[in-house]
């Protein structure tokens, strides 16, 4: 049987898979998909707790960071778009030179 430890471990492994590749990848891409893997980390810690305690709150909040989480990706593929489209390059350290 699955019980809330399994749960628990798997959220935090999800959310230092997703740590590391903030730390060591620089394309934005891979930044954006290791900060959507953070979320779901969260998304699925707030479901199990919610299961645990019988309450929907858990619930409510998974679609709060969803839809943050659409957001981010909107804004986020826009900027790549745009450092693709002036700099021929989705390295993050090169997004100090776009110019407004």
Known sequence: MI?????????????????????????ILFLLLSIELMFNAANLLFVAYARMWQDVGGQVM???IITV?????TVGLAIA???SRQLRSL?????HALKW
């Not at 740590?19 to 990848?25: E, K, P, S």
């Not at 989480?69 to 990706?73: D, H, L, R």
């Not at 390295?91 to 997004?95: C, G, P």
């Open 3 to 27: 019980t809330l430890q399994h749960y628990l471990v798997l959220s935090g492994l999800l959310f230092a898979i997703g740590l590391a590749g903030i730390l060591t990848r620089r394309n």
């Open 91 to 95: 390295n993050a350290d090169e997004a």
């Open 69 to 73: 989480a659409a957001a981010e990706v």
């Open 81 to 83: 778009i745009l450092m």
């Open 62 to 64: 998974v679609l709060f």
